[in-house]
């Protein structure tokens, strides 16, 4: 009990009952406040609908046990360290199932892609199986379409920016890890930058030696060389061309990749704050009090029900579509 007690303080969230609900907002783009290392203990899933299919939504819930959204309500950083961020598990190593943070829905749970009515798998790269890495996403972060990169000269993907965890363990979908920043890839996807950023799980048993992207090189010999050959073959097998990257293809180092993720969040506040058009993308949250997309817990329950019983109406036989974005 005194465990959860720290947590709830740490979180910044009211124990249940408390009188107020204000104190699970956060400022925007606060952190959470130095709190536990094991980013698991603060937030929970709950499946809805059927794994492999398209009605499957993965919903996230803080350790109050209310909806939120792992877009929005995870902070980006764990604590006021330059180099500690909560990283949300899209797609485990080894996994071929294309699985996203679903931008364009109410609390952003995480979905299968679909396209045409089909849903999407990455191929098998030789000689790997299904992504090499840990996959996923950096809360509060978003690359803004409209915004020229200064240092790539194209726009952003509309989408949070990626993770790619290279840590010994094959990480849970849905699982909230703190991970040390070590590097970043410019992927230009369709005439858009697609980063990618080099991350290690702070409590994988070999973190300790890793502080920027030469470590990479020394410790993990020959898999930053994979990295690139993933992303740039990984679309050939449904008939598209190879992927072009920024800078030929050259991995930056922390310092860069912080200065990136530093932008993506700023953008992520402007849309958050209704500042710029953020197009389809669903900015309702729970927690960034002074939002105007700001939601009750109430609102977020009932968001959360409408939206699965859509799903169950709607859901429709499943396909198979093997793709690369």
């Not at 699970?24 to 609908?49: K, Q």
């Not at 499957?56 to 877009?71: D, E, T």
């Not at 409209?146 to 000269?153: I, P």
Request: glycine letters at 8%; aromatic letters at 8%.
């Amino acid at each position: 009990m005194r465990a959860l007690l720290q947590l709830l303080r740490t979180s910044g969230i009211r124990r249940a009952g408390a009188p107020a609900v204000a104190a699970a907002r956060l400022p925007l783009g606060a952190s959470a406040g130095p709190g536990p290392r094991r980013a698991m203990a603060l937030y929970r899933t709950e499946e809805r609908g059927q794994p492999h299919s398209p009605d499957y939504r993965l919903f996230f819930k803080n350790v109050a046990g209310h909806y939120i959204s792992p877009f929005h309500d995870i902070p980006l950083k764990v604590d006021s360290q330059e180099n500690l961020f909560n990283m949300i598990v899209e797609v485990p190593r080894w996994t071929n199932a294309k699985m996203e943070i679903a931008t364009e829905e109410p609390l952003n749970p995480i979905k299968q892609d679909v396209k045409n009515g089909k849903l999407r798998y990455v191929a098998n790269i030789f000689p790997h199986k299904g992504y090499i890495w840990n996959y996923g996403a950096l809360p509060q972060t978003w690359e803004d379409p409209h915004r020229k990169d200064e240092s790539t000269d194209c726009c952003g993907d509309n989408d949070p920016i990626d993770v790619c965890e290279i840590g010994s363990k094959v990480l849970s979908r849905g699982e909230v890890v703190h991970v040390k920043i070590l590097g970043i890839l410019a992927l230009i996807d369709q005439g858009e930058t697609d980063w990618k950023l080099i991350a290690i799980n702070m409590n994988d048993p070999e973190a300790s030696k890793f502080h920027d992207i030469d470590d990479v090189r020394k410790y993990k010999p020959g898999y930053l060389e994979a990295t690139l050959n993933w992303f740039r073959f990984y679309k050939i097998p449904e008939g598209k061309p190879e992927n072009q990257f920024a800078f030929n293809g050259e991995f930056k180092n922390k310092a860069f990749a912080l200065e990136v993720i530093k932008s993506t969040h700023e953008c992520w506040k402007s849309l958050l704050m209704k500042k710029c058009d953020g197009g389809p993308i669903n900015c309702t949250n729970v927690q960034v009090c002074d939002s105007p997309f700001h939601c009750s817990q109430e609102e977020a329950r009932s968001l959360v029900e409408s939206v699965s019983l859509s799903l169950d109406k709607g859901s429709k036989e499943e396909g198979m579509v093997y793709v690369g974005s």
